[in-house]
């Protein structure tokens, strides 16, 4: 099975920590955010992974190589400039072969401990040209609970509210690679035209899954794996 990583992000809201590194490389418990993914795809059956990255490329190729310490066979899909998300894996995607396996895609600062065989068998058997994990979306903020009268009657902490959210996880077949931008992002012309004909398929989850976006995501990742709520290998 092969998977596509997006790694080119600059993380500028994870500064001082990117000033010498792209962001997929910033650390928790001493491990850098890929290798966190990287142990996670090959336990789900990964092989072969593509690092699709631009920004301190070489940090990632001086610390990952070609894979044979992690068991995968890596290699890198390196940008020149800037090209988008849907860019980079247009350009990740066309040095991969396609055969009876679709092929995964993910962005680098994801982490998370789904089980990605069932996202496969559900994209397969919808027979989609893409297929989107969504997980629940959390307010950042606590609830106050009012009733009719102004009174408040509870309070909840961060509570799951009825709408989800692109996790960053995708299964993509053949199909999708002519409908990828040569530069910008997929979820701003790919997705939303694959939905428009009925090709876009959802995988709902309620997996542990973090974005890394800030240095407070960062030490929620961390509190998760101490608390074993978060497991990987």
């Known amino acids: 099975m092969q998977a596509i990583v997006l790694a080119g992000g600059r993380g ?114 919808a027979g989609a040209a893409a297929t989107v994990v969504v997980t629940p979306f959390r307010s950042p903020y606590g609830i106050i609970d009012i009733d009719q009268h102004d009174r408040v009657t509870g309070f909840r902490e961060k509570p799951e509210l009825p709408y989800w959210i692109n996790a960053g996880i995708y299964v993509f077949s053949r199909e999708v690679l002519p409908h990828l931008p040569e530069r910008g992002d997929h979820e701003d012309t790919t997705f939303p035209e694959l939905a428009a004909r009925g090709r876009l398929g959802a995988y709902r989850s309620r997996a542990f899954w973090r974005g890394v976006d800030t240095v407070k995501d960062l030490a929620e990742v961390a509190r998760a794996l101490e608390e074993g709520s978060l497991r990987l290998a």
């Open 12 to 125: 500028e809201r994870l500064r001082p920590f990117t000033t010498d590194r792209p962001k997929a490389m910033v650390e928790i418990h001493g491990t850098p955010l890929l290798a966190y993914q990287l142990r996670w795809l090959r336990e789900q059956g990964v092989t072969e992974v593509v690092v699709a990255c631009g920004y301190r490329h070489e940090v990632l190729r001086e610390y990952f190589g070609d894979g044979g310490a992690w068991d995968l066979r890596i290699s890198y899909s390196v940008e020149e400039e800037p090209l988008g998300r849907g860019g980079a894996l247009k350009r990740a995607m066309q040095s991969l072969r396609f055969d009876s396996d679709p092929i995964l895609g993910t962005n680098g600062d994801v982490i998370t401990d789904l089980t990605l065989p069932p996202v496969i068998e559900q994209h397969r058997r």
